[in-house]
């Protein structure tokens, strides 16, 4: 695999889908917390078209059909893994399509577009927001959860850092794909903007994750540098290099934990807009 710190659409589709699909349940029960105010900010009612991008394995999904009785919804992942994931884990409750919705067109428009941190990774973000807007009907709406700054997202700046430590880790581009590319927020409204949504606007959301969903230091460490892009290019280092940037991250985990679990802190920002 090509190790990478500015994962792509396309890496996800080839490599990152696999190995998230291979993380789902830590990694769904690490971002459950982000649902609640995700849902919240789409103002769902009864019998609505929904439309979720990067829908993973699924999890978001069930939590939208719980708020949404009646409602159809749609999810798309760019992965054939996750997409196979998440018709095994949640398909009575959604239809899951494969498709790239940087260029793909629904037969039919939407009331409702939501996605949780899945829109951070378009290699050419005004085109893909720009077919986005082409989803919603006059009147939709639209919510998205994108991580807030990276030394705002503990786990994320601690793999960083762990790594950093023991072998040379490029700067991460702020204007390619990736996790953190919205970390000010003020960079995507504008580009809904560009795209003719309307009231575009960010609320931030901080709290606490439990890392892996409940896992102690050891468990946590070995969870997040598997699951993390940032560690990557400890595949290509030695035995003895991905020991101490284990050894480090543990001692981070253990210096987070409470009543036996791993906490850190996160910033998400919440973006609404209007097509």
């Given at each position: 695999m090509v190790a990478t710190q500015s994962p792509s659409s396309q890496t996800w589709a080839e490599t990152r889908g696999a190995k998230w699909r291979d993380q789902l349940d830590p990694m769904e029960a690490m971002l459950a917390p982000i649902d609640a105010p995700l849902i919240a900010a789409l103002h769902l009612s009864d019998h609505l078209r929904i439309a979720e991008i990067g829908a993973g394995g699924g999890a978001?999904?069930?939590?939208?059909?719980?708020?949404?009785?009646?409602?159809?919804?749609?999810?798309?992942?760019?992965?054939?893994?996750?997409?196979?994931?998440?018709?095994?884990?949640?398909?009575?409750?959604?239809?899951?399509?494969?498709?790239?919705?940087?260029?793909?067109?629904?037969?039919?428009?939407?009331?409702?577009?939501?996605?949780?941190?899945?829109?951070?990774?378009?290699?050419?973000?005004?085109?893909?927001?720009?077919?986005?807007?082409?989803?919603?009907?006059?009147?939709?709406?639209?919510?998205?959860?994108?991580?807030?700054?990276?030394?705002?997202?503990?786990?994320?700046?601690?793999?960083?850092?762990?790594?950093?430590?023991?072998?040379?880790?490029?700067?991460?581009?702020?204007?390619a794909p990736g996790p953190c590319r919205y970390g000010d927020p003020s960079r995507l409204l504008a580009l809904l903007e560009a795209a003719g949504f309307c009231d575009c606007a960010a609320r931030t959301w901080r709290g606490d994750l439990q890392v892996g969903g409940g896992m102690a230091p050891d468990a946590a460490a070995e969870f997040l540098l598997a699951s993390s892009s940032a560690a990557a290019p400890l595949a290509d280092a030695g035995a003895r290099e991905q020991a101490r940037a284990r050894e480090r991250l543990a001692a981070v985990c253990a210096a987070n934990l409470r009543d036996g679990i791993v906490w850190m802190p996160a910033r998400v920002e919440i973006i609404t807009a209007t097509a």
């Amino acid at each position: 695999m090509v190790a990478t710190q500015s994962p792509s659409s396309q890496t996800w589709a080839e490599t990152r889908g696999a190995k998230w699909r291979d993380q789902l349940d830590p990694m769904e029960a690490m971002l459950a917390p982000i649902d609640a105010p995700l849902i919240a900010a789409l103002h769902l009612s009864d019998h609505l078209r929904i439309a979720e991008i990067g829908a993973g394995g699924g999890a978001t999904t069930r939590a939208i059909a719980a708020a949404a009785p009646g409602s159809t919804i749609e999810g798309f992942d760019i992965s054939p893994d996750l997409i196979g994931a998440a018709k095994a884990r949640v398909g009575g409750v959604a239809r899951f399509t494969l498709a790239d919705v940087a260029d793909f067109r629904p037969a039919e428009r939407f009331d409702r577009l939501v996605s949780r941190f899945g829109v951070m990774f378009f290699e050419a973000p005004e085109h893909a927001f720009a077919n986005l807007i082409q989803w919603l009907l006059p009147g939709g709406t639209l919510a998205f959860a994108v991580w807030g700054p990276g030394q705002d997202v503990a786990f994320m700046a601690s793999v960083r850092e762990a790594v950093a430590a023991v072998i040379d880790l490029p700067q991460p581009d702020p204007d390619a794909p990736g996790p953190c590319r919205y970390g000010d927020p003020s960079r995507l409204l504008a580009l809904l903007e560009a795209a003719g949504f309307c009231d575009c606007a960010a609320r931030t959301w901080r709290g606490d994750l439990q890392v892996g969903g409940g896992m102690a230091p050891d468990a946590a460490a070995e969870f997040l540098l598997a699951s993390s892009s940032a560690a990557a290019p400890l595949a290509d280092a030695g035995a003895r290099e991905q020991a101490r940037a284990r050894e480090r991250l543990a001692a981070v985990c253990a210096a987070n934990l409470r009543d036996g679990i791993v906490w850190m802190p996160a910033r998400v920002e919440i973006i609404t807009a209007t097509a």
